[in-house]
């Protein structure tokens, strides 16, 4: 409920109506208003845990502005102290006394930080493993879980208490329960703090080292000698691009091996039985030894790439994260691989007629081994509502291209459209994972559409596709794969998502929202050549609906022959293929 009302307020309106709170609460403090006070120091408390819960972005703006957490808990236990002197008047020594109890607390926090920081420093991540036992590496004890969070500032938050207190004593005139709530914050820190210094005492001379670390992992790699190495080196935000050659790398005959540069990413990487090693630090990557690996795998194109690129002993494949017609699909960059391979004549094609300089014999087409697990239907399901799976693209680094993503001209009239069909429909909304990331209108646009789903009823945190009702998917789960098994109607954008969907030879639709004429369209974007082609005004959904409702499908020959052109034949299939190139870089 909070999260679908926060929607509707801007990134810039949450901070600010939370600044509001603190705000009210050092002038009410000041004035002696207990009422108003009470009132806002509540928001307050329940506003930091709601943007925690469902607005980081304005957490992360108001850091960036220099309104950090720290200042708003200085702010909070300051209005605490003018709150208890206007309404109390305590003497000299019981005002010392206020301005103490959260002094206190600060300081054990800082200096329990200062520890913890120390403490870090005799176990340093030079490296993380995932499916890897690295034997027995002695690591200097660490401090309990729970006071993770309580840390240098954080510490803080146990001041909390006092805003309770100084209320009650501000009624009853009479400072004791401030006194008391100021003695347990205390102790609280006092207990974390003395939990922290101990622990850096025990350890006191012990600790793993940096080379420590290192030494094991390649200690791991000789013994475990892989063949194979998935490599990704980009942020967080695009691991679903290293994801989705897990499941073909682990089906291998080779042995595999996942090696990734960012802690973020390998924190939110899916599941995996591979081998996985990351090595943020491009000195330390670039001393392992990796002779044994004779085939490596990019998902991207990023900077980072060089320090595995730089490896002469193994053959460097390219291998993206989806063909599509998109520019991005004919990168230049390509060029610095041994091999680029794509899904069938499709991409073959694209690369010649770009020119970018990857020669033909450089390219494999190799299928999509991922689509192994997309149904082949053909007439629409009977057992579930009529589903249609509206998966949008970003709108990528370009102001001026609309084929990057239909969301920001014509989403809100999509899905305004699937929403009224009669008969109704089930509508999946999955935007792309980066919808919104530079552009503010298309968030804006995503936003309401959220927004719209949800007053129809819809789950708009979906994680998982049973039951009738439409569905807003955000998240890892459900995947791409598992939308498409239980869509009857595809629309979507020029993307990589149109080609894999081709492989259920289902219908789909491309937006086309700039009105370029129809024959133009499909010779400009290859992989609309079986689709059903959408306009700005949505004026043809509903013969669409209408259409591939009834199972009376022109394009199903069409979308045959495109199947072949885009993803390759089906024997031998795409895994199949996939082992056989392997194997040939291997030997």
Same mark, same amino acid.
């Given at each position: 409920?909070?999260?679908?009302?926060?929607?509707?307020?801007?990134?810039?309106?949450?901070?600010?109506?939370?600044?509001?709170?603190?705000?009210?609460?050092?002038?009410?403090?000041?004035?002696?208003?207990?009422?108003?006070?009470?009132?806002?120091?509540?928001?307050?408390?329940?506003?930091?845990?709601?943007?925690?819960?469902?607005?980081?972005?304005?957490?992360?703006?108001?850091?960036?502005?220099?309104?950090?957490?720290?200042?708003?808990?200085?702010?909070?236990?300051?209005?605490?102290?003018?709150?208890?002197?206007?309404?109390?008047?305590?003497?000299?020594?019981?005002?010392?006394?206020?301005?103490?109890?959260?002094?206190?607390?600060?300081?054990?926090?800082?200096?329990?930080?200062?520890?913890?920081?120390?403490?870090?420093?005799?176990?340093?991540?030079?490296?993380?493993?995932?499916?890897?036992?690295?034997?027995?590496?002695?690591?200097?004890?660490?401090?309990?879980?729970?006071?993770?969070?309580?840390?240098?500032?954080?510490?803080?938050?146990?001041?909390?208490?006092?805003?309770?207190?100084?209320?009650?004593?501000?009624?009853?005139?009479?400072?004791?329960?401030?006194?008391?709530?100021?003695?347990?914050?205390?102790?609280?820190?006092?207990?974390?703090?003395?939990?922290?210094?101990?622990?850096?005492?025990?350890?006191?001379?012990?600790?793993?080292?940096?080379?420590?670390?290192?030494?094991?992992?390649?200690?791991?790699?000789?013994?475990?000698?892989?063949?194979?190495?998935?490599?990704?080196?980009?942020?967080?935000?695009?691991?679903?691009?290293?994801?989705?050659?897990?499941?073909?790398?682990?089906?291998?005959?080779?042995?595999?091996?996942?090696?990734?540069?960012?802690?973020?990413?390998?924190?939110?990487?899916?599941?995996?039985?591979?081998?996985?090693?990351?090595?943020?630090?491009?000195?330390?990557?670039?001393?392992?030894?990796?002779?044994?690996?004779?085939?490596?795998?990019?998902?991207?194109?990023?900077?980072?790439?060089?320090?595995?690129?730089?490896?002469?002993?193994?053959?460097?494949?390219?291998?993206?994260?989806?063909?599509?017609?998109?520019?991005?699909?004919?990168?230049?960059?390509?060029?610095?691989?041994?091999?680029?391979?794509?899904?069938?004549?499709?991409?073959?094609?694209?690369?010649?007629?770009?020119?970018?300089?990857?020669?033909?014999?450089?390219?494999?087409?190799?299928?999509?081994?991922?689509?192994?697990?997309?149904?082949?239907?053909?007439?629409?399901?009977?057992?579930?509502?009529?589903?249609?799976?509206?998966?949008?693209?970003?709108?990528?680094?370009?102001?001026? !291209?609309?084929?990057? %993503? *239909? @969301?920001?001209?014509? $989403?809100? /009239?999509? &899905?305004? #459209?699937?929403?009224? +069909?009669?008969?109704?429909?089930?509508?999946?909304?999955?935007?792309?994972?980066?919808?919104?990331?530079?552009?503010?209108?298309?968030?804006?646009?995503?936003?309401?559409?959220?927004?719209?789903?949800?007053?129809?009823?819809? !789950?708009?945190?979906? %994680? *998982? @596709?049973?039951?009738? $009702?439409? /569905?807003? &998917?955000? #998240?890892?789960?459900? +995947?791409?794969?598992?939308?498409?098994?239980?869509?009857?109607?595809?629309?979507?954008?020029?993307?990589?998502?149109?080609?894999?969907?081709?492989?259920?030879?289902?219908?789909?639709?491309?937006?086309?929202?700039?009105?370029?004429?129809?024959?133009?369209?499909?010779?400009?974007?290859?992989?609309? /050549?079986?689709?059903?082609?959408?306009?700005?005004?949505?004026?043809?959904?509903?013969?669409?609906?209408?259409?591939?409702?009834?199972?009376?499908?022109?394009?199903?020959?069409?979308?045959?022959?495109?199947?072949?052109?885009?993803?390759?034949?089906?024997?031998?299939?795409?895994?199949?293929?996939?082992?056989?190139?392997?194997?040939?870089?291997?030997?």
């Amino acid at each position: 409920m909070f999260g679908t009302l926060l929607q509707r307020l801007g990134v810039p309106a949450r901070g600010a109506l939370l600044l509001l709170c603190y705000f009210v609460m050092l002038v009410t403090g000041a004035l002696g208003w207990v009422g108003a006070f009470a009132v806002a120091g509540v928001a307050a408390v329940a506003g930091e845990f709601i943007l925690n819960r469902w607005s980081n972005p304005s957490r992360v703006l108001l850091d960036k502005v220099g309104l950090s957490r720290v200042y708003r808990q200085l702010a909070r236990d300051l209005s605490v102290v003018l709150l208890a002197v206007a309404t109390v008047s305590p003497g000299i020594g019981e005002t010392i006394v206020l301005l103490l109890l959260p002094a206190v607390v600060w300081t054990v926090g800082v200096f329990a930080g200062a520890f913890s920081r120390m403490i870090n420093r005799r176990n340093p991540v030079s490296a993380l493993v995932r499916n890897i036992d690295l034997g027995p590496i002695r690591e200097a004890p660490r401090p309990p879980v729970w006071t993770t969070g309580l840390m240098g500032s954080g510490m803080a938050q146990v001041n909390i208490l006092l805003v309770p207190a100084v209320v009650i004593a501000a009624l009853i005139g009479d400072l004791v329960p401030v006194f008391i709530a100021g003695t347990l914050t205390i102790g609280a820190a006092a207990l974390v703090g003395g939990f922290v210094a101990l622990t850096w005492l025990r350890g006191r001379g012990q600790g793993t080292g940096k080379s420590a670390v290192l030494a094991a992992v390649q200690t791991w790699l000789d013994a475990y000698q892989p063949q194979v190495a998935l490599y990704f080196a980009g942020p967080a935000k695009d691991v679903y691009q290293a994801n989705m050659w897990l499941a073909p790398t682990e089906a291998l005959d080779q042995r595999g091996v996942v090696l990734m540069r960012s802690k973020e990413a390998f924190l939110e990487m899916a599941d995996t039985r591979l081998p996985v090693i990351c090595v943020p630090t491009s000195v330390d990557f670039m001393n392992l030894e990796l002779g044994s690996i004779r085939a490596s795998l990019y998902a991207a194109n990023v900077g980072a790439n060089i320090h595995m690129l730089r490896e002469p002993g193994m053959k460097h494949v390219f291998v993206g994260h989806g063909d599509s017609d998109k520019q991005a699909s004919v990168n230049p960059y390509s060029k610095v691989y041994d091999e680029v391979w794509v899904a069938g004549l499709a991409g073959r094609e694209r690369y010649a007629r770009a020119g970018v300089g990857v020669l033909d014999a450089d390219i494999v087409e190799i299928g999509r081994p991922q689509l192994a697990g997309v149904h082949t239907f053909g007439a629409p399901a009977t057992d579930r509502p009529f589903t249609v799976l509206y998966a949008p693209t970003w709108e990528g680094w370009l102001d001026d !291209d609309p084929y990057h %993503t *239909s @969301l920001t001209a014509m $989403g809100e /009239r999509i &899905v305004k #459209g699937l929403l009224k +069909a009669q008969p109704g429909v089930r509508l999946i909304y999955k935007p792309h994972p980066l919808t919104g990331a530079r552009s503010k209108e298309t968030k804006a646009v995503h936003d309401r559409v959220v927004a719209r789903i949800a007053a129809a009823g819809g !789950d708009i945190a979906a %994680t *998982s @596709l049973d039951g009738p $009702g439409h /569905r807003v &998917v955000t #998240g890892r789960v459900p +995947a791409l794969f598992d939308c498409f098994n239980q869509t009857d109607l595809l629309i979507s954008d020029v993307s990589s998502v149109v080609s894999d969907f081709v492989q259920s030879q289902r219908p789909y639709v491309v937006a086309n929202p700039s009105g370029l004429p129809e024959d133009d369209f499909r010779v400009k974007f290859p992989t609309a /050549r079986a689709a059903y082609l959408l306009s700005q005004d949505c004026g043809e959904l509903e013969k669409i609906l209408s259409l591939t409702r009834a199972g009376d499908d022109p394009l199903t020959e069409a979308r045959r022959d495109l199947k072949t052109y885009l993803l390759g034949p089906d024997d031998p299939n795409a895994m199949e293929r996939f082992r056989e190139e392997i194997t040939r870089l291997c030997h």
